[in-house]
């Protein structure tokens, strides 16, 4: 690792993240201050006054400007979103097992005097007013998870970088203006789109105005500086700044930093993560092209100027409450760049910037950015190889989706051939049309369906907290066949579908109302065109999903009641049920266990029947959600609808805590399956038969996204026979339909010696979910859900 990173680098990893409190105070005075305004005008200029007013620096051998906070990691606060958890975890913040943050006391203080003025005033306020009591009464069972969405930004969003470097700030000023200028204030439906092109003007000058900072406080340090070599890096920082005052980017170096400011400036609007680059190689390959062959840089600049940019993207960093740490843990941004793919020709796309982008991420060696490879038939040999000689080093990266399966799954749901082509991944392994889709492609909401179950199995009541959901629901030792029990499953399916809707519409409508964003807005199509942000249908698509967790564990339990209870008799339903509501106790609930989990087929190990039945209550789900609305319906995007998807994140941890003992052979309180992975210790039959399991799925249904986690003995990845059975293993992944994999290359043995001496393990990255952590970052209870995972061979 060449010095300038090693530096930025150390730095970052011995950060111990901090709370600032500068972006709560700024916008608590804005919003006083802008009170009369319309909401997306109060916003833009609350952003705006941030912009002119936080601290802003350039670190000691970067090469970019633009931070987030006062200091790198520390975590900018938004009341506007909500804030009791901010005064109820205050003094916890520095105790936490994981995603610690440091506070001073005298920040406490402050915190503590302008905070409850937001009293009945924030986001989560309104949603939680606005609410139907019968989605309200739901949170004691815990099986709907949408009371995040509230608490924090939306994200989840691929900006129109490409028109970003195609017309910079001043060009975005520029077309803002004329859309102004061409307005007749005397028709009614230009009236109404001049409070957006106000707020979107707003934003902008507060933008230009931030980015002037820069160019002003880099010439002043040049000035200052003894070193010469320094000297002409800071000059170069504020010449870039300044040419993005006046006009679009021109060079490689000015490209790269316009589409950091504008990421940072996202962060700085919303508190929501997933902000994702899209496909970072398609639009930067030109700038790189064009000023190494007219000798403006060399390759070696370049490299560099790269990974100051890639250490940027690690500076960034979100507090979260506590119940929502749970779900993603090891402070995840989710800041992804997609990599290759194909062109509108279908040709490979994969140029001289994505080798640049894959050699960056070997070098770097941090959890962020996400990235992610398209793979298709004719995908360059070469880079793939590449790809697999980083993932085999542990990292966790790069993960891969499939073409095969997502374009089709986009056309499925009415995007055109050319967008679908253009796709990018998002966030976790979610996908969008860059610049064209609306918030959240998935995330909106978690949907138990271990929890779904368990209420069936016990006659439409929730034993946990005893609240009766269904009166009219038989418990488990009163049906009399199998196909009597999934129809009261999907009966249940279809209750908690439509809470679900209700809810998540109902967070749609007081975001429309309370937190609209117009910096993001005007950088997605056609928000401008049309004068309408993105939740009033200013976008192109417009799809949401909501995230299933526990799959695996639905389909191996309703099976394992199939065969041991219906069709081979071994045990009744009376003692299934018993020994569910024991934990598995005694002698017997023991040897029950033993059947459930040895002598049971399980998904994941290409067992037909299995598969077929998780398969089928799966599909149930994904075919009827299809036919809600979203907010959106006739306002001008394409779908409007709900979809689904498995991104679970480490959600499967806090939604097993609920769930008690199940018919697939999990004890109390276990976490369930994470994403479509094979629940833990049940893959018996290698890689090739848990692909076609997950083959099994209707995954072109699943439009927000599949996560499928892998983990690789180390030992089985070493030659180069072995690299070449792994990518024969990822195109087979797309020819069997799935949608994404991800591989965690590292033994149970280094993890264990990480746990016992974390100091020697300051960089350990491994992959969670649909995002890497470093191991020794997150809890122990996390740890172990990452180590128990099986470890496959090739």
């Known amino acids: 690792m060449r010095e300038r990173f090693f530096k930025l680098r150390d730095k970052l990893l011995n950060t111990t993240p901090k709370i600032c409190i500068e972006r709560a105070k700024i916008v608590t ?185 820069y160019c002003i406080l880099a010439e002043e340090q040049a000035e200052q500086c003894k070193d010469a070599a320094r000297k002409e890096e800071l000059l170069g920082i504020s010449e870039r700044c300044q040419a993005l005052l006046e006009r679009a980017p ?10 950091w400011f504008v990421q940072v400036i996202l962060h700085i609007e919303t508190n929501g993560h997933s902000l994702s680059f899209g496909r970072f190689d398609q639009y930067m390959n030109p700038f790189l092209q064009k000023d190494l062959k007219e000798g403006r840089i060399t390759m070696e600049e370049a490299e560099e100027m790269l990974g100051c940019f890639y250490l940027k993207i690690y500076s960034n960093n979100k507090l979260r409450s506590w119940s929502n740490t749970l779900t993603q843990m090891g402070s995840p941004t989710y800041q992804n760049i997609c990599l290759g793919g194909q062109k509108a020709d279908k040709t490979d796309a994969v140029n001289e910037m994505s080798w640049l982008c894959l050699e960056m991420l070997d070098e770097i060696h941090l959890p962020e950015p996400t990235v992610y490879i398209r793979v298709h038939e004719n995908i360059s040999e070469a880079f793939l190889k590449r790809a697999v000689k980083i993932v085999k080093q542990g990292v966790g990266m790069p993960a891969f989706v499939n073409d095969q399966t997502i374009i089709a799954a986009l056309e499925k749901r009415g995007v055109t051939k050319e967008d679908a082509l253009n796709y990018s991944t998002m966030g976790c392994t979610e996908v969008q049309v860059p610049g064209k889709w609306g918030y959240r492609a998935n995330g909106k909401s978690k949907i138990n369906l271990l929890k779904i179950l368990e209420i069936v199995l016990n006659g439409g009541k929730d034993p946990k907290s005893q609240k009766q959901v269904f009166n009219d629901m038989k418990p488990l030792e009163e049906y009399t066949s199998i196909e009597e029990l999934k129809q009261a499953y999907k009966r249940a399916i279809e209750y908690y579908m439509r809470l679900h809707v209700i809810a998540d519409n109902v967070n749609e409508l007081a975001m429309t109302q309370m937190t609209p964003d117009a910096f993001c807005s005007l950088l997605v199509q056609d928000c401008l065109g049309r004068g309408k942000a993105i939740k009033e249908g200013g976008t192109i698509y417009d799809m949401v999903s909501g995230t299933l967790v526990g799959i695996p564990n639905v389909g191996n339990a309703v099976y394992a009641i199939k065969k041991n209870v219906f069709d081979e008799k071994r045990m009744t339903a009376a003692e299934l049920k018993e020994a569910l509501d024991t934990d598995f106790a005694g002698e017997k609930g023991k040897v029950i266990r033993k059947y459930l989990l040895e002598r049971t087929e399980k998904y994941g190990n290409d067992e037909k029947e299995v598969d077929k039945l998780t ?80 083959g099994t799925l209707n995954t072109e249904l699943f439009t927000g996204g599949q996560l499928l986690n892998v983990r690789i003995n180390p030992s089985t990845l070493k030659t180069e026979e072995d690299e070449d059975k792994f ?68």
């Open 29 to 213: 005075e804005a919003y006083k201050k802008y009170d009369a305004y319309p909401n997306i005008e109060k916003r833009a200029m609350a952003l705006a006054d941030v912009l002119r007013n936080m601290t802003i620096y350039i670190e000691e051998e970067q090469l970019l400007a633009g931070n987030q906070a006062s200091s790198n990691r520390a975590a900018p606060l938004f009341p506007e979103y909500a804030f009791a958890y901010i005064l109820d975890e205050l003094d916890d913040l520095e105790k936490r097992s994981s995603d610690k943050f440091t506070i001073t006391e005298e920040n406490k203080k402050v915190l503590r005097e302008i905070l409850p003025w937001w009293e009945g005033k924030t986001l989560k306020d309104r949603a939680i007013a606005m609410q139907p009591q019968e989605v309200l009464d739901d949170r004691v069972t815990g099986v709907l998870g949408w009371q995040g969405n509230v608490s924090t930004g939306e994200g989840h969003i691929v900006p129109d970088y490409d028109m970003v470097v195609r017309l910079g700030f001043a060009g975005l000023r520029d077309k803002i203006q004329k859309h102004i200028d061409e307005l007749d204030l005397s028709k009614p439906q230009d009236l109404e789109k001049l409070t957006f092109y106000r707020a979107c003007k707003a934003i902008i000058d507060g933008c230009l105005d931030y980015i002037k900072r």
């Open 727 to 794: 990518i024969q293993i990822l195109k087979a992944a797309g020819n069997l339909h799935c949608w994404h994999s991800q591989y965690n290359v590292v033994s149970n043995e280094t993890l264990r010696d990480a746990q016992k001496h974390p100091e020697n393990y300051q960089d350990l990255m491994v992959r969670v979910a649909g995002y890497n952590a470093l191991f020794t970052s997150l809890n122990q209870e996390l740890q172990e859900d990452i180590i128990a995972r099986t470890q496959m061979d090739l």
């Open 615 to 694: 398969n089928e209550l799966a599909n149930y789900y994904v075919n009827q959600i299809y036919h809600y609305k979203t907010l959106r319906e006739g306002k001008g995007p394409i779908g409007c609808c709900y979809t689904s998807s498995t991104v679970t994140i480490t959600a499967n941890i806090p939604s097993g805590a609920i769930v008690g003992a199940s018919a697939d052979g999990r004890k109390k309180g276990m976490p369930t399956a994470d994403g479509i992975s094979p629940s833990t210790g049940t893959m018996k039959k290698g890689l090739t038969a848990m692909f076609q399991s997950v």
């Open 250 to 259: 021109e060079t490689f170096f000015e490209a790269l930093q316009c589409v």
